[in-house]
């Protein structure tokens, strides 16, 4: 399978287990078709002269954009036979909709986590507080922590129910009251609400990208604009990022916008931390102290 990434030059074809994603791009919809088409049926040459066959049952594609949402009688074909078209696909573990809301890995999580509502009635007070800890960090956590980058970077009205998921099942744990401040829950266990836990997983890229450059892939090599390479003046911010004016709501969540923006607020002291675990560190004091 290792040579299907030659199958369609120019493309992108990401591999991954069993897994195979091939990625087209263009701002005409039409000609977007037209060169899927054709990706598609050199694809369909590679499995013939592989003598393999394509399992369309478990092939789908979606169209992510504002175009998306009009229905333009287009089709995607592999050998005569209809692609299926879908909102949402699965990509690594994350829920892809076609919209870019996150809504159906959001609800994917919900559902997860749910069912932990009756079990931690049921065990919270035949185990010890250490014990449930371990069990919240075990079961939830990895859940919640799992391309939080990604799918909490969009509004808080689409997280709300995960978010009073997560408030309610540290409350069960903890034994805590409904009048309980959330900021106590996670303080108590050390951790962070999911829209700072959105941040934090932010803030440790960006320390990857000052410091540690290295370890990234490639494509972030040149990924954000220092002030210091933009002007000459010696200001106190010519070691922070140079922030793009942005107009849209959707630009100023992306990651280009935000992690520029979340290591500028940043206290120096932290900011000069060398050291990637002595960072996680502090930035998680620092950001559990910012909780209301």
């Known amino acids: ?4 990434q030659f199958a369609v030059p120019g493309a992108k074809l990401k591999l991954f287990a069993d897994d195979t994603n091939l990625f087209l791009y263009d701002s005409d919809l039409i000609n977007l078709f037209a060169t899927a088409n054709i990706s598609m049926s050199q694809l369909f040459e590679w499995f013939t002269v592989n003598r393999l066959s394509l399992n369309l049952s478990k092939t789908c594609y979606s169209i992510f954009g504002v175009k998306s949402k009009i229905n333009t009688g287009l ?23 076609s ?17 932990f509502v009756s079990i931690f009635y049921k065990i919270r007070n035949k185990l010890t507080a250490d014990v449930l800890k371990m069990i919240y960090f075990a079961f939830v956590y990895p859940l919640l922590l799992y391309g939080i980058e990604i799918y909490a970077n969009t509004t808080t009205n689409h997280l709300t129910t995960l978010i009073t998921l997560n408030n309610k099942l540290l409350r069960i744990l903890q034994q805590k009251v409904t009048r309980t401040h959330t900021a106590e829950l996670y303080r108590t266990y050390h951790t962070l609400p999911i829209k700072s836990l959105h941040n934090y997983q932010i803030l440790l890229f960006m320390h990857k990208y000052v410091y540690h450059r290295t370890k990234l892939p490639p494509a972030f090599s040149t990924y954000f604009d220092e002030n210091k390479l933009i002007h000459q003046y010696n200001t106190r911010q010519k070691d922070d990022f140079y922030t793009h004016t ?16 979340l290591w500028n ?5 932290i900011k000069i ?8 560190y502090n930035l998680k004091n620092y950001l559990l102290q910012c909780l209301d």
């Open 273 to 280: 931390i060398q050291s990637f675990s002595s960072f996680k």
């Open 99 to 115: 919209s870019l809301k996150w809504c159906d890995h959001v609800n994917y999580i919900y559902n997860k986590l749910i069912k």
């Open 246 to 261: 942005v107009q849209s709501e959707i630009g100023q969540r992306s990651i280009k916008f935000k992690g520029c923006r």
């Open 265 to 269: 607020n940043l206290p120096a002291e």
């Open 75 to 97: 089709h995607l074909y592999v050998d005569g036979q209809e692609v299926q078209k879908t909102q949402c696909c699965k990509y690594l573990g994350v829920l892809i909709d």
């Open 1 to 4: 399978m290792n040579d299907i």
